[in-house]
């Protein structure tokens, strides 16, 4: 993998991939299929596989939830820092990103950095990492994301 990691996540519920991680690199944006082997009560990861390459810079991403209104086809968001935007993209069954088919969320957004979900209420927070004073912002009206998948065996 590249030196620097922009965010790790599960691929949720529903998708070929489920529970299987997957990572993307500030600045690269190389995006990889992570292996895991379990390690007591976390794992290790023991392989990478890179799939794809993502512009701008990623900070972070996240699957936006099935259902959620303005995203008739599965995404995740993806915070990208080195180009003050945030943005989404279609996603395959394996859950990996389609770089042709980015479209801005956020555009002229000052140095916005990772991405999740809330579980309780589907609002999607991300933060600004860059010049003080860094904030969190929160976006409402998603759909609650399922509960986590199992973890990987």
């Known amino acids: 993998m590249d030196s620097s990691i922009g965010g790790v996540g599960f691929v949720p519920k529903g ?4 529970g299987q991680m997957r990572g993307v690199t500030w ?15 976390s794992w290790n990861v023991t392989g990478a596989t890179k799939i794809t390459t993502l512009p701008n810079g990623p900070g ?5 939830p099935a259902g959620s209104p303005g995203f008739p086809k599965e995404r995740i968001i993806l915070s990208e820092w080195s180009a003050d935007s ?10 990996d990103p389609q770089p042709a088919t980015r479209k801005p969320f956020f555009e002229k957004f000052t140095k916005p950095w990772g991405a999740y979900f809330d579980p309780a209420t589907g609002d999607f927070l991300f933060l600004t990492w860059g010049p003080a004073p860094d904030r969190v912002f929160v976006v409402q009206g998603f759909s609650k994301p ?7 065996k």
């Open 15 to 18: 998708y070929a991939a489920e």
């Open 27 to 41: 600045s690269a944006g190389n995006w990889f299929h992570l292996d895991l082997k379990p390690d007591g009560a």
């Open 60 to 64: 972070g991403f996240a699957y936006v």
């Open 86 to 95: 945030v943005a989404t993209y279609e996603v395959d069954g394996q859950g």
């Open 146 to 152: 399922p509960p986590p998948p199992p973890p990987p």
